[in-house]
């Protein structure tokens, strides 16, 4: 392997947990042959599932790859809405597909058929609206059960929604809703967090002083009318409207647009080392394949689960695993509004036991959190309704695996570990839950069909040991761009190897052909399962008045795996400043620029930034300085006693 290619593999796990034979008999999946047959003829294997969604018109050919583009279900024609709720309503009209509650507590229940009932309501809003198949809405609600019926209501008219996380700031949106070109916002009047309301109406009116495609603002009432404050409530006549008068008047009954396999489903954005978001683009017939099958045999689903993942719509996550996936599978979802700890420690656990969950997916950073405050909190509650538990967002490290084993599934519950990406669209690697032994911190194996490797730099697989994580085949729910920027889409994912993904990762394989995620290998930082790039923390820093340079490091945390550290040079008039003053107020600078995901965890006020001869910033040695490490090499340096110096002013202000 070259020197380049090679990754520290410094964790031994040795723990390993089969699936009990009661979870082994009753799983969906038992073929111990599937990855096998998977391989040997992949084309073959996706077809099949793509054969149990519903299609108006069959594909003519299964794979068009001419890389780095891939067609999949050519000539095929459906409609994501129509396989997430029409097709349920014979058998399934009358089952709950969403319970949902708020963090205030209000409860909200709605069957498929209320649900189909809702969306269609909805898209006929949309298009009274004047938005047509190919238009890009923006989506930037709290996890209310409109924002699942605002992106239902899309797909049902063959509308491209872009949803943006309700915690970003309006810099954020704006930025957002300017590259999707979108015609249309839905916001709601507020959300809450951790008892506070988040005026979401007045940000989106913020953002959209500066966005003008946008003709027609929809908004949710997210409280009873009588209670909105008007601080929250700013509506303009013929452009601004509410929800609920809409869809009042609206019918009940709206036609799928049946649209091209290929057509877009969605565009999210996720953070690039450019600093510019990135518009990843999905399409409808292979990632609805992938992430119906992936959500059927990763969490082992059945008719009567209670299925819950905790993630916010605003990411993948909640688009493949709370939206998708379970309703193309008829599941009954469980969604919730608020933060972990409010206005209790015990309120996801207090939660499962109300409503009987059973299936319980959530990030490695909550769990880390979770072990913080304690394990009575989950021991107070009931939890024996839980049969399977998943991670999802970043690698987990095996401490906080064995506790999520032994305190939350009770040393019942197989744990599947995943790993994929925004830009994969569905999981890529995991244990399938009745036939993989899983090992904590260890994603296991590749899904059935995803021809996922680790190569070194050259491009040759490494069987034993660390290297790239790369995916060597087209999968079907693979991104299919990014928004208007093709060269991008081609130099960030495929110009390593020709015709091979480049994931981006660190991984290593160990003897038994189990993958361990190593973490990112550019300058990405991965803080509670976001990705934020390190050029847009920068950026913000230096928007605000004292700052000259900035440079922004992932650092170890207890909680969230990864935070942000910021090393900052203050310009010349502003050197009689106070360090603790303004370090607040270039935080609150960052989250009024970014959002408060972006916070750094700690800033340093430094004279000099550690660069090359050309001026490029070693954050590898920011790194170094920021985890106490050993200095590497330092003789690409234009200056090597910078480092020294700012090695010692961090080891005194820690």
Known sequence: MTKESTFDA???????????????????????????????????????????????????????????????????????????????????????????????????????????????????????????????????????????????????????????????????LRDRIVDAGAKLLITATTGYRRGTEVPLKKMADDAIQETPTIESVIVVLR??????????????????????????????ECTPEWVDSEHMLYTLY???????????????????????????????????DVYWCTADIGWVTGHSYVVYGPLANGATVL????????????????????????????????????????????????????????????????????????????KNCPIVDTWWQTETGAIMITPLPGLVATKPGSATRPFPGIAARILDGNGDPVEVGGGYLAVTKPWPSMLRGIWGDPERFKSQYWAKWNGIYFTGDGAKRDEEGYYWLLGRVDDVINVSGHRIGTMEVESALVDHHAVAEAAVVGIAHEIKGTAIGAFVIIKESHKGYDPKALEKELNDHVVKKIGAIARPEKIIFTAELPKTRSGKIMRRLLRDVAEGRALGDVTTLADPAVVNALKDRYEGEA
């Not at 990843?280 to 059945?302: E, N, P, Q, R, S």
């Not at 700890?341 to 959530?362: C, G, H, Q, S």
């Open 335 to 410: 969604m919730y509004e608020g933060a972990p700890d409010w206005p209790n420690r015990d309120r996801l656990w207090e939660l499962v036991e109300k409503y009987k969950a059973t299936i319980f997916y959530t990030a490695p950073t909550a769990i880390r959190a979770f072990m913080k405050w304690g394990h009575q909190f989950p021991e107070s509650r009931d939890l024996s309704s839980l049969r399977l538990l998943g991670t999802v967002g970043e690698p987990i490290n095996p401490e906080a695996w064995m506790w999520y084993h032994e305190h939350i599934g009770r």
């Open 10 to 172: 410094l964790l031994d796990e040795q723990r390993s947990f089969p699936p009990s034979e009661e979870f082994r008999a009753q799983a969906n999946i038992q073929d111990e042959k599937v990855w096998e047959k998977a391989e040997a003829d992949p084309e073959g294997f996706w077809e099949g599932w793509a054969r149990e969604l519903d299609w108006k018109e069959p594909w003519k050919k299964v794979l068009e790859w001419d890389p780095p583009h891939a067609k999949w279900f050519v000539g095929g024609k459906l409609n994501a809405s129509y396989n997430c709720l029409d097709r349920h309503l014979e058998k399934r009209g009358d089952k709950v597909a969403i319970i949902w509650e708020g963090e205030p507590g209000d409860t909200r229940k709605l069957t498929y058929r209320q649900l189909h009932e809702e969306v269609s309501r909805f898209a006929n809003v949309l298009r009274s609206r004047g938005i047509e198949a190919g238009d890009r809405v923006a989506i930037y609600l709290p996890l209310i059960p409109e924002a699942a019926v605002a992106m239902l209501a899309c797909a049902r008219i063959g509308a491209v929604h872009s949803v943006v996380f309700a915690g970003f700031s309006s810099e954020a």
């Open 270 to 304: 996720t953070s690039g080392t450019t600093g510019k978001p990135k518009g990843i683009m999905h399409t409808t017939g292979g990632y609805m394949t992938g992430c119906y099958a992936t959500t059927k045999w990763v969490f082992d689903l059945k008719e009567d």
């Open 223 to 252: 409280r009873p009318a009588a209670e909105e404050g008007n601080e929250t409530i700013s509506m303009q006549a013929g452009r601004d409207w509410f929800y609920h008068d809409l869809v009042k008047d609206a019918s009940p």
